[in-house]
């Protein structure tokens, strides 16, 4: 089975509700789609959304990057060789971690079909089902507080509080959320880099003294403050989870070292797909570090790559794959299930995706 074309799509889907953070916000999943096709007439797919904030991929490097330097390297070649075949997306081009990703995304989505198999077991993991946390975007924290009722009123057991624009404000809005839904429900606080590292501590402190029982935090201050993410991690109690500083193996390997932080988020679109996810896991498994699988604001599709990765490493303990969720509609036929909080994966090969509607692919 061998690769004869790469095709570039788009797709939007609105969400249910404006999703903010201390970085941005966003009415639409708006990502770029891509296929890849074969000799055989199976065809792979994988996605990648514009993170200029976070990533600094935009639609036109995605695009541009993965149309004359990732196709060129990768035509002809056969799914079977898997590793040669990453090993020349990676070295093609430097950065451009979205694009990659997409790529890495299709390219293991036809290993599985050629193999007949579900990703997930190609990568040496049992089925198992999991539950994702529910994401509450930054507001005042009386509607905070509002949407926290709401989501556990679904069935969601933890919830993810965006803090991170002013942490006198936060602390009110992660003490109204806790107040909203009682000591039963996890509490996860992701600031999106929106603090100092005094600050940050002088927030986790007060939370600390105040009862509110905060699982961790994600990535409290700016992504390259490395010495900054370690003071944190070493003045408070509460798990710090580094998410913006980790993108590539060798972040993970200086964070690891360092013990800057105390758990890993993965994301697809840092890592480069699911190839460098697995290295990141490796690591982290000889580390005794737990991680985090997440996302950035991504269709089903590569949520459902990073579903099937979830099950094949235990080192993932933590689970934020909520974006289908969010979204008003949902157009990937096949991939990941949801039942409330609840995400199942079928045994169809690859990653069980059988269509995906209303792209607009390039002529």
């Given at each position: 089975?061998?690769?004869?074309?790469?095709?570039?799509?788009?797709?939007?889907?609105?969400?249910?509700?404006?999703?903010?953070?201390?970085?941005?916000?966003?009415?639409?999943?708006?990502?770029?789609?891509?296929?890849?096709?074969?000799?055989?007439?199976?065809?792979?797919?994988?996605?990648?959304?514009?993170?200029?904030?976070?990533?600094?991929?935009?639609?036109?490097?995605?695009?541009?990057?993965?149309?004359?330097?990732?196709?060129?390297?990768?035509?002809?070649?056969?799914?079977?060789?898997?590793?040669?075949?990453?090993?020349?997306?990676?070295?093609?081009?430097?950065?451009?971690?979205?694009?990659?990703?997409?790529?890495?995304?299709?390219?293991?989505?036809?290993?599985?079909?050629?193999?007949?198999?579900?990703?997930?077991?190609?990568?040496?993991?049992?089925?198992?089902?999991?539950?994702?946390?529910?994401?509450?975007?930054?507001?005042?924290?009386?509607?905070?507080?509002?949407?926290?009722?709401?989501?556990?009123?679904?069935?969601?057991?933890?919830?993810?509080?965006?803090?991170?624009?002013?942490?006198?404000?936060?602390?009110?809005?992660?003490?109204?959320?806790?107040?909203?839904?009682?000591?039963?429900?996890?509490?996860?606080?992701?600031?999106?880099?929106?603090?100092?590292?005094?600050?940050?501590?002088?927030?986790?402190?007060?939370?600390?003294?105040?009862?509110?029982?905060?699982?961790?935090?994600?990535?409290?201050?700016?992504?390259?403050?490395?010495?900054?993410?370690?003071?944190?991690?070493?003045?408070?109690?509460?798990?710090?989870?580094?998410?913006?500083?980790?993108?590539?193996?060798?972040?993970?390997?200086?964070?690891l070292s360092l013990r800057a932080a105390d758990?890993?988020?993965?994301?697809?679109?840092?890592?480069?797909?699911?190839?460098?996810?697995?290295?990141?896991?490796?690591?982290?498994?000889?580390?005794?570090?737990?991680?985090?699988?997440?996302?950035?604001?991504?269709?089903?599709?590569?949520?459902?790559?990073?579903?099937?990765?979830?099950?094949?490493?235990?080192?993932?303990?933590?689970?934020?794959?909520?974006?289908?969720?969010?979204?008003?509609?949902?157009?990937?036929?096949?991939?990941?299930?949801?039942?409330?909080?609840?995400?199942?994966?079928?045994?169809?090969?690859?990653?069980?995706?059988?269509?995906?509607?209303?792209?607009?692919?390039?002529?």
């Amino acid at each position: 089975m061998k690769i004869t074309e790469i095709r570039l799509g788009t797709l939007s889907i609105p969400l249910k509700k404006p999703f903010k953070t201390a970085l941005r916000t966003t009415d639409t999943v708006s990502t770029n789609i891509v296929e890849i096709r074969t000799d055989e007439g199976v065809c792979g797919y994988g996605e990648a959304p514009p993170t200029a904030a976070i990533t600094g991929d935009t639609d036109g490097s995605i695009r541009c990057s993965i149309s004359t330097r990732m196709a060129p390297v990768l035509a002809g070649r056969d799914v079977s060789e898997l590793c040669d075949a990453l090993l020349a997306l990676d070295r093609c081009v430097v950065g451009n971690s979205s694009g990659k990703a997409a790529v890495d995304i299709a390219l293991h989505d036809l290993w599985g079909k050629l193999h007949g198999a579900p990703l997930y077991k190609l990568l040496g993991g049992a089925y198992r089902e999991f539950a994702t946390d529910y994401t509450i975007s930054l507001n005042a924290p009386d509607e905070m507080a509002r949407d926290s009722i709401e989501a556990v009123k679904e069935g969601y057991e933890a919830l993810k509080i965006k803090v991170g624009n002013d942490f006198r404000l936060d602390m009110e809005r992660v003490k109204a959320v806790r107040d909203a839904v009682g000591v039963d429900v996890l509490l996860r606080i992701d600031a999106n880099q929106g603090w100092k590292p005094k600050e940050a501590i002088r927030v986790i402190r007060f939370m600390e003294d105040d009862g509110l029982d905060i699982e961790l935090v994600e990535q409290p201050v700016v992504y390259h403050d490395i010495e900054g993410l370690k003071r944190v991690t070493d003045s408070v109690d509460t798990d710090i989870l580094a998410d913006e500083s980790v993108y590539s193996p060798r972040d993970a390997m200086k964070l690891l070292s360092l013990r800057a932080a105390d758990m890993i988020n993965i994301k697809l679109m840092k890592s480069g797909g699911i190839g460098g996810a697995l290295k990141i896991c490796a690591m982290a498994e000889a580390a005794g570090v737990e991680c985090m699988i997440g996302a950035m604001m991504e269709s089903k599709v590569s949520v459902t790559a990073a579903a099937h990765l979830a099950m094949a490493r235990r080192c993932i303990t933590k689970y934020d794959l909520d974006p289908p969720i969010l979204c008003a509609s949902d157009p990937v036929k096949g991939g990941a299930q949801y039942k409330g909080a609840v995400l199942t994966l079928s045994d169809a090969p690859g990653l069980g995706i059988d269509s995906i509607e209303g792209v607009k692919w390039d002529s």
